[in-house]
């Protein structure tokens, strides 16, 4: 099976933990057997290995997921980048172009494109293949997955059946109702359009090619920026007559805010956090070092990262996104493909910063113009290059960089190390690449 997920989005409904550069499917909140924690992106990966061990799996996502992704899942998985946020229709037909391409798949072969972050449980990633061989037979140009209703929603969009059998050609489209537009099409049959469909990667280049002045995939990389954002049901979906859908009956659930996040959630507390015996439906997420005491809450979230505190009755905290946007916001955390780094205290003139390098990794070989930088080792080994000049490191030891020095840091084990930048007008932007 060629499967390719969809990764795009920066999760503000689930801030503090997600952010531009963290989105909610690299948040690790999710159980596994050994105790661990897991991330919505790990954890389909996984779960798609287990039905199809073979299965090509490829990630359309902007870049500044990247280094998140290699760093959960290797680097191994094929990941299709799109330079800048043009929806999903632009996304989809750049992916499908990377497919054929770059990883050299027959544009006769079917994939299944879906999202990264519903939480499922196996029998899901069972039905996307069937929806795969469905799609294989080439009775219809696409096939869907309509998802059974649970619930009157105003969330998603409906998929009307022209009949009760398991795979059937679609009668009609909804946009997303009112509740009670919702229970009058479900009244009618109509299941859930959750963004997940099958088809020949031929079909859509031949829609893309339709639609865009492109020649291949590096063609379309290029004119990124220019193309116009357009979702892929707009521009393909509901201008298709060819077209089935497969009905699915099992779990499904769209975790984009706390309310549902943690009604997946299987423990009620992750970090440091104590409930005491009179909360009810209070679940805490909290990635500081220092404990959150909850008491007398019910149905309230709390959640707290390095980027800021949540406190907010479940059913509210769907409207966060508002505030989020008029917060200006430092990114306080981010995984790279070297590690991560978490911004510890930022002052007028300083910054200091927590790094975590993998062993075998190491940072840009890089110098900064209008900052002093001072390094730490907290943990680990490793060694330094400053100048062209090369030292071994330890626990304890402390290095120095003024302005202008070039310098990198290379790990032998797990690195970790303090960072304190000292300077007026600390930014990202000054920085200056190397070769080394």
Not at 137 to 143: F, T
Not at 272 to 290: A, P, Q, S, Y
Not at 310 to 327: A, H, N, R, T
Request: net charge negative; hydrophobic share 35%.
């Amino acid at each position: 099976m060629n499967i390719v997920l969809l990764s795009g989005g920066s999760g503000k409904r689930l801030w503090p933990l997600s952010n531009d550069i963290r989105s909610k499917q690299f948040i690790k909140i999710f159980k596994k057997e050994d105790g661990s924690f897991e991330s919505m992106v790990q954890r389909v990966y996984h779960q798609i290995k287990k039905v199809d061990k073979d299965a090509d799996i490829t990630i359309a996502t902007s870049k500044t997921q990247v280094s998140a992704i290699h760093n959960q899942l290797g680097n191994e998985v094929g990941v299709s980048i799109e330079p800048c946020r043009r929806d999903t229709f632009p996304a989809i037909a750049l992916s499908t172009a990377y497919l054929v391409d770059v990883k050299g798949i027959s544009p006769d072969e079917s994939v299944v494109v879906c999202p990264v972050d519903p939480y499922v449980e196996d029998d899901y990633f069972e039905a996307l293949k069937a929806l795969s061989d469905q799609a294989d037979k080439g009775e219809a140009n696409l096939v869907l997955m309509g998802i059974e209703p649970t619930y009157p929603s105003e969330k998603y969009g409906y998929v009307v059946p022209a009949t009760k059998d398991s795979v059937s050609l679609v009668s009609a489209f909804k946009e997303k109702p009112t509740v009670d537009a919702a229970k009058e099409y479900i009244s009618q049959g109509a299941l859930w359009n959750g963004g997940v469909f099958a088809y020949k990667l031929r079909y859509v280049l031949d829609r893309a090619h339709e639609l865009i002045d492109f020649k291949d995939y590096q063609d379309l990389y290029d004119k990124y920026e220019t193309l116009t954002k357009i979702s892929f049901d707009y521009a393909v979906v509901e201008k298709e007559e060819k077209i089935q859908v497969m009905r699915f009956n099992g779990q499904w659930k769209d975790i984009g805010t706390w309310n549902t996040l943690t009604e997946a959630m299987e423990d009620n507390v992750i970090g440091k956090g104590v409930l005491n015996d009179t909360c009810k439906g209070v679940h805490i997420v909290n990635e500081m070092d220092v404990p959150v005491l909850a008491m007398g809450l019910t149905d309230v979230v709390i959640s707290a990262s390095p980027e800021g505190i949540l406190v907010s009755d479940k059913e509210q905290s769907s409207y966060i996104k508002p505030y989020v946007d008029s917060f200006v916001q430092q990114i306080m955390f981010a995984e790279k493909s070297w590690g991560n780094f978490k911004v510890i205290d930022v002052e007028t003139g300083s910054m200091t910063i927590k790094v975590t390098l993998n062993a075998g990794h190491s940072m840009n070989y890089h110098s900064h113009n209008h900052r002093d930088e001072v390094w730490v080792v907290i943990s680990g080994t490793g060694k330094t290059i400053l100048d062209g000049k090369e030292q071994k490191v330890s626990k304890g030891d402390v290095i120095t960089m003024k302005a202008g020095c070039k310098h990198t840091v290379i790990a032998d084990s797990e690195l970790k190390l303090i960072e304190v930048q000292i300077g007026e007008g600390i930014s990202v932007q000054d920085k200056i690449k190397h070769e080394l």
